[in-house]
């Protein structure tokens, strides 16, 4: 039986290769619902495409232009996030692929899990800002999710046919486009600089999470909730020719790891598709051809945001949440400009140091400390655009 997927955030990078995946297997997928948050163009040429059962843009504004479009497809359009939130949880749909920036990806993410529905999380700011109530809801509703970060899926496929837990994660970075830059240089990087990734095609958000590497914080924060290890035991391990994607340590010292050319269609695929393999015409590692993989530890003078997402999850309850709401008003700040590179973590910190702390937080909590840590977060940006 073919499984209905569901796309959310369907026009960003994920989005857009969760398509290519699933129209090169119509015969295992079958596209039910597309999301986007405003760019029509791209939804309305998508929808045409996959012909799914409805569309939903999320920017009110473009709702009769997609509308019309589509019309005389069939495909059903709405508005609003509340569509989204009413319509995962459609008979059709069995899996819900949460590809959608930052923090907007926890409200549906938790309607389709109490829905029941299996999620491919690609949405690692959810685990970031509420791991703990996430996982608890989902082992209620027996939601598995299987994730699509490159480095989680590594670990996730590692610890296939195992039982028990492993005793260590060895999270690899590639260590981003600056990874040979001194600090001093780094206070004059520019914005295209920082989205240059030497290594993975991404969205512009995670690609300066890259760049700072606080993208391999999140990344701990979520391989500590999904597969239920201690920070302590979660290992970052730099690796820039980005072929082994992650490792997992066993009690008797036997490590597996997970090794490919760096496609993110294999674990968008290897999510929609578990616990079967599909055919990907990724290209081959050719091992000669590398000669040699590089290993290394991060540098956390350089890169203060792993020591900054280490601190916070072992503070816990909502600290996580602030600092990912902190961190995303930062980037968001650079890339238009109006703070330096240097200042992404600066801000992150101030906004962490700024927030009351909650040690059981609850999802309305969770949505409290989101929002105060952006108006807090809003009030530091005021000192930049000031000068
Ligand atoms: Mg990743």
Redesign the pocket.
């Known amino acids: 039986m073919r499984r209905g997927i569901a796309i959310l955030g369907s026009t960003g990078s994920i989005g857009t290769q969760a398509i290519d995946v699933c129209t090169r297997h119509p015969e295992q997928f079958s596209v039910e619902l597309l999301t986007a948050k405003q760019n029509a163009d791209l939804l309305i040429e998508q929808a045409i495409k996959v012909q799914p059962n409805a569309v939903v843009i999320t920017d009110e504004d473009k709702y009769d232009k997609v509308n019309k479009a589509l019309s005389s497809h069939g495909v059903k359009v709405f508005t609003g996030m509340d569509s989204i939130t009413s319509l995962v949880k459609s008979e059709e749909i069995d899996i819900v692929l949460t590809a959608m920036v930052g923090f907007s990806g926890l409200e549906p993410t938790i309607a389709a899990i109490k829905a029941g529905k299996a999620i491919a999380l690609a949405n690692k700011e959810t685990l970031v800002a509420a791991g703990e109530l996430v996982v608890s809801l989902a082992k209620e509703s027996g939601s598995p999710i299987i994730p699509v ?3 989680h899926s590594a670990i996730f496929q590692c610890l296939q046919g195992e039982r028990g837990r492993a005793e260590k994660i060895i999270l690899t970075a590639s260590g981003g486009p600056f990874l040979n830059k001194s600090i001093q240089e780094l206070k004059s990087v520019t914005i295209n600089e920082a989205l240059s990734h030497p290594n993975w095609k991404m969205g512009s958000k ?1 690609t300066i999470d890259s760049a700072t590497m606080m ?1 391999k914080g999140l ?1 701990m924060i979520e391989a500590r909730w999904l597969f239920n290890m201690k920070p302590s035991e979660i290992e970052i391990v730099v690796h820039p020719q980005s072929i082994i994607h992650s490792m997992v340590q066993f009690w008797d010292g036997s490590i597996t790891a997970q090794m490919s050319t760096p496609d993110m269609r294999l674990p968008i695929q290897y999510a929609l598709a578990y616990p079967n393999r599909l055919s990907l015409d990724t290209k081959r590692v050719n091992f000669a051809e590398f000669g040699r993989f590089d290993f290394f530890d991060p540098d956390r003078e350089k890169f203060p945001s792993i020591t900054i997402a280490y601190e916070a999850i072992s503070k816990g309850g909502n600290i996580p949440c602030a600092m990912n709401a902190g961190n995303e008003i930062a980037v968001e700040a650079f890339l238009n400009g109006i703070v330096p590179f240097a200042s992404i973590h600066k801000i992150t910190q101030e906004v962490v140091n700024g927030t009351k702390f909650v040690a059981v937080p609850t999802l309305s909590d969770i949505f409290n400390t989101d929002r105060a840590a952006r108006e807090f977060a809003a009030e530091i940006l005021k000192k930049f655009k000031a000068k």
Do not use: A, I, K, L
Request: proline share 0%.
């Open positions: 970060d490159s480095e995670v993208n990344e």
